[in-house]
């Protein structure tokens, strides 16, 4: 069965430092791979999704992750993080023989320290 | 802002009451995912709608049932409510039929926060 793992529950950077946050998937073959954020109050916002061609994808607020195959991974990186990002990150899979089935990690919540 | 609202924003329940949560998909949408999101969790797929029938479920038990209306609203149905059932409960609506999501976008609403007594 497909499965998401976020191995970090929380992750705590000053503000202006960079973030990488961590996302495996299990399933044999490329999936579609997103990430979004969730705000306290508010839906999950897609940042961004990779489903083929270049292995780094550009997103929204200045957000990149990079698809590396040999490694089941789909890392989001921000290269200098503003106190407006803290919020729960959440890196999520669809496949293709799953339709239109989305599954989820369990989240990685961020804090932004001044 | 995604366009897709959800009603009520909370609500409180007691065990073995019966619930019915609302979802407004953006105009044109024709499908309508549901989600149910445990504190500290990720969301977890429900079931989805296309064009008013059922197109996929979850692994949920048959008491949470969903309806989807030709004016872009659906509902999310849950009978004999278990204190497990407390969640948030998210909606998402996409353009197409679900399933191509490299073309396709899911757009979440800010969920409906329930709580069983």
């Known amino acids: 069965a497909q499965s998401v793992t976020q191995p970090d529950i929380h992750i705590t950077v000053s503000e202006g430092a960079s973030l990488e946050l961590r996302c495996n998937y299990s399933?044999?073959?490329?999936?579609?791979l997103f990430w979004y954020v969730q705000s306290p109050g508010q839906g999950l916002q897609l940042l961004l999704k990779?489903?083929?061609?270049?292995?780094l994808v550009q997103g929204i607020k200045g957000f990149e992750a990079e698809f590396k195959r040999s490694q089941s991974s789909f890392n989001l990186r921000k290269p200098s993080v503003h106190w407006s990002d803290a919020a729960e990150y959440f890196c999520a899979v669809a496949t293709p023989n799953t339709g239109n089935q989305f599954y989820f990690g369990t989240g990685t919540s961020l804090t932004v320290i001044p | 802002e995604t366009g897709v609202t959800q009603s009520p924003t909370h609500l409180i329940k007691t065990r073995g009451q019966q619930v019915t949560l609302r979802c407004s998909s953006q105009?044109?949408?024709?499908?309508v995912s549901w989600y149910q999101q445990a504190l500290g969790q990720g969301p977890q797929f429900i079931f989805q709608y296309y064009r008013e029938e059922e197109n996929g479920r979850g692994n949920f038990p048959p008491r949470f049932s969903g309806l989807q209306f030709p004016n872009y609203s659906s509902e999310l149905n849950v009978n004999a409510l278990e204190l497990d059932d407390s969640a948030l409960y998210l909606c998402?609506?996409?353009?197409?039929?679900?399933?191509?999501?490299?073309?396709?976008?899911?757009?979440f609403g800010p969920g409906t926060r329930l709580l069983v007594l």
């Open positions: 990779y489903f083929s061609g270049d292995t």
């Open positions: 105009s044109g949408h024709n499908t």
């Open positions: 399933y044999g073959a490329t999936p579609y």
């Open positions: 998402a609506s996409s353009l197409g039929g679900g399933t191509q999501w490299d073309q396709e976008t899911q757009y």
